[in-house]
């Protein structure tokens, strides 16, 4: 065998060797992501329920001055459910994305719908963070010391809470239906749908009453850590490179 044959058959050999090596490095990519999703999913709706407990502990705002002695008697748990409320939004950045890339072979388009709304309501509900902590967290001396002040506040933050609840309400059902073919299991589908109709009603808090809002935000929580086990899970099931 010549040396110019040997050296055609290594480079031969070398490029059948590299789509290989690409596609076991696009299947570690997916690991991780769904990995990453997966926990970002869990501490997500684990981190909902939090700040609907920690708003239950202060209770629903009163009309009128009484609002100011119902912020500085819960304070603390206002502080913190501003700052559970931004660490939930956040962790929607990864589960979103592994989200879509776990969906898309199977029903591309409501994945990117679903999912689509779902990236909507992370920068909506940063914004409401940020409204919100002007009841507690002063900018250059200056919060809602006011009683129509922080009535404002407090409208334009569970104002924008409602129309969360319906995008949500919207997402949830259009990514149960895009599960009902996909890979993670008809279980997260079922429940999706369940959690689809409860997210809407959520969305009306004065008209359903504690105890069905109850259910609704422990139902998006199961949903959530549902969804974010059968993510972490998914690297043991199937593995899609990253294009």
């Not at 119902?70 to 931004?86: D, H, M, Q």
């Not at 979103?96 to 072979?105: K, R, T």
């Not at 409602?162 to 059902?173: D, P, R």
């Not at 069905?212 to 593995?239: D, E």
Request: one cysteine or more; glycine letters at 10%.
């Amino acid at each position: 065998m010549s040396v110019a044959s040997g050296t055609t058959e290594t480079l031969a050999s070398m490029a059948a060797a590299e789509p290989a090596s690409a596609v076991r490095s696009g299947e570690l990519s997916a690991r991780g992501l769904y990995r990453l999703g997966g926990i970002s999913f869990v501490v997500s709706g684990i981190l909902f329920l939090l700040k609907y407990v920690l708003e239950t502990v202060v209770g629903p705002p009163p009309g009128g001055p009484e609002i100011l002695a119902w912020r500085a008697s819960g304070e603390l748990p206002i502080a913190l459910t501003n700052e559970v409320l931004f660490f939930a939004a956040m962790f929607q950045v990864p589960a979103v994305f592994a989200l879509y890339h776990s969906l898309a072979s199977s029903d591309r388009t409501k994945a990117a719908v679903g999912c689509g709304i779902i990236a909507v309501v992370v920068p909506i509900l940063g914004l409401l963070d940020i409204v919100h902590g002007r009841l507690v967290y002063p900018i250059y001396g200056m919060r809602a010391d006011t009683a129509a002040v922080a009535a404002f506040v407090v409208a334009v933050y569970f104002g924008g809470l409602h129309f969360v609840g319906l995008l949500l309400s919207v997402a949830t059902v259009v990514l149960a239906v895009a599960m009902r073919h996909g890979v993670l299991g008809r279980t997260v589908l079922y429940l999706g749908i369940a959690t689809a109709l409860f997210d809407f009603l959520g969305a009306y808090p004065e008209a359903i009453g504690p105890l069905l809002m109850l259910v609704s935000q422990v139902l998006f929580a199961v949903w959530f850590v549902a969804v974010g086990v059968k993510l972490f899970r998914m690297p043991t099931l199937v593995a899609r490179p990253i294009v």
